[in-house]
């Protein structure tokens, strides 16, 4: 793990979306098409405002959110209305996008789809991650049922997640897909976060799931 810290979130915004870019630019040099995998929440948006800019290949991208709630893509709550409306946009709006979502009535009759959808991209090019303060990554959070088959190495691609402590369903991203990306980006923003972290490195994954992920991965904080 790499910890790089920053005298604001602007900068941290501003460089972060420049690292993500050269990361993307360096892979498509060796691939046809590059998997890039982005969270939602709050935290990514004034990264994906910078990072739309950038001048790249776009049409060769295929972004994925790393989860999302089991709403309709137009509901305020979809991570798939976040990255469309932030980050696919100006250079970036020729970008693919594959949805972890399906107009099927529960998140376990979609996930075969959404399985088939993903399963091809891997392994993931780049990775952005954020953290709660309970140690969630995606949206494998500690004491979830299924979190278990989540972490563990033959996990399928993408499983369905129900957390007590949110208020719907979750598609998730496993631990391994998530750990298996080639470039591998964890934001983090304020104090309380960063002792989080600092916990979680003394924890199992069952307790903090970033702890699944941290290997090799660059850990970006401001306050």
Known sequence: MKFLEYPDREMLAMDLANQLAGDLKSHLTVAETVAFAVP??????PIFDALCAADLEWERVHLLPTDERW??????????????????????????FLPLWEPEETPEAALPAIIARVRPELPLSVLLLGMGEDLHVASLFPGAEWLSLALSEDA???????????????????????NGALSKHLVLYGEAKRAALERAMTLPPEEAPVQAVLKNTTVHWAD
């Open 40 to 45: 939602g929440g709050t935290t990514p948006g």
């Open 156 to 178: 399928p691609a993408v499983v369905v997640l129900r957390p007590e402590t949110v208020p719907e369903a979750r598609i998730s991203l496993t631990a391994p897909v998530l």
């Open 71 to 96: 709403v309709a893509p137009d509901h305020p709550r979809s991570n798939a209305g976040l990255i469309r409306s932030r980050l696919i946009t100006g250079r970036a709006a020729v970008a693919g």
